[in-house]
């Protein structure tokens, strides 16, 4: 029983756990019904999202270090500039409603640092940043 927790918590935390009864057939149609529309029309979408998050940090958060994504739309935040001990920033930040990976689930070199998915709408990207900046100041 351990175990599977451990493997269970492992998988939840890299946020690939949500498989269900519509994957495999959103999958099939995505590949077969023309997904490269689709894909044509995200990828610069992500790109400008990438960009406003750069943007707003620097303006409105510039001891937070933003990182390009490699490949992902997952960005990596360097937080370690504003000086909180990883737990009160992760208090920080969830307790305004934003979820974020804890930079430590990925060991020690992850301390200070957060990682953001930003393949989400822009509106949902700037309440999370707007709200950032709330308790950041």
Request: glycine share 6%; aromatic share 12%.
């Amino acid at each position: 029983a351990y175990m599977k927790k451990k493997f269970d918590t492992f998988w939840s935390n890299m946020d690939i756990h949500r498989n269900n009864a519509f994957s495999l057939t959103a999958m099939e149609a995505a590949l077969s019904e023309g997904g490269e529309e689709w894909l044509e029309q995200l990828l610069p979408y992500i790109s400008a999202n990438f960009d406003y998050v750069v943007d707003y940090l620097e303006k409105n958060i510039p001891q937070i270090k933003t990182y390009a994504p490699d490949a992902t739309y997952l960005m990596w935040l360097d937080c370690r500039e504003l000086g909180l001990e990883q737990p009160e920033l992760m208090e920080r930040i969830l307790a305004q409603h934003v979820k974020v990976n804890d930079g430590l689930f990925f060991g020690e070199m992850g301390r200070g640092f957060i990682r953001l998915n930003i393949a989400c709408p822009r509106a949902q990207l700037e309440r999370a940043l707007c709200a950032m900046a709330k308790v950041m100041g």
